[in-house]
């Protein structure tokens, strides 16, 4: 037992460490609960350069911001809330990616990309999902919402990668 709450330990920096990266700003701070700037992630995006480690410094600013620089202060469900805030505009990102990407593939490639699709979001949601599993208490909330906003937001990058080469074409 004494293992599993070091291993909790160790994964509740590692999110508080996310959600406090250089990338993240304690300014504006209701952003990532959705209070009508949609274009924080998208903002963060246009301005952070080319590939995807740039991309990928995006992820967690928006809910870092939210949360604040003391996170110590907040509750778990204030802290869920802003990374479901932020997951939210990724996922935005995402399906508009998977949407253009759909429409410019031929219809077996189309097919191929549903099923890619498909077996991510169960892929994502069990992985995300096992923090229950292994700490069976509130104190995984954070951490399920930590892994579903950054597997998404990989995940929407990884698309318009996509979606970035078919214009190119």
């Not at 939210?88 to 399906?95: E, G, K």
């Not at 949407?99 to 890619?116: A, F, I, N, T, Y």
């Not at 995984?140 to 892994?147: E, H, S």
């Amino acid at each position: 037992m004494t293992a599993r709450w070091s291993i909790a330990a160790g994964l509740i920096a590692a999110v508080l460490a996310l959600a406090h990266s250089p990338v993240a700003s304690a300014a504006e701070p209701d952003r990532a609960k959705g209070s009508g700037d949609k274009g924080s992630v998208e903002a963060c995006l246009a301005s952070a350069g080319h590939g995807n480690r740039a991309l990928e410094a995006c992820i967690g600013k928006v809910a870092g911001a939210c949360i604040g620089p003391d996170e110590g202060a907040r509750r778990d469900a204030e802290v869920v809330a802003c990374l479901d805030g932020e997951q939210a505009q990724w996922d935005r990102l995402l399906n508009r990616a998977y949407q253009v990407l759909l429409k410019g593939l031929e219809q077996d490639q189309q097919v191929k990309l549903r099923d890619m699709q498909r077996a991510w979001i169960d892929s994502r949601n069990k992985t995300c999902k096992f923090y229950y599993d292994v700490f069976q208490g509130t104190m995984a909330n954070p951490m399920i919402a930590n892994c579903l906003n950054l597997e998404t937001g990989r995940r929407a990058i990884f698309l318009r990668a996509f979606v970035d080469d078919l214009a190119r074409q």
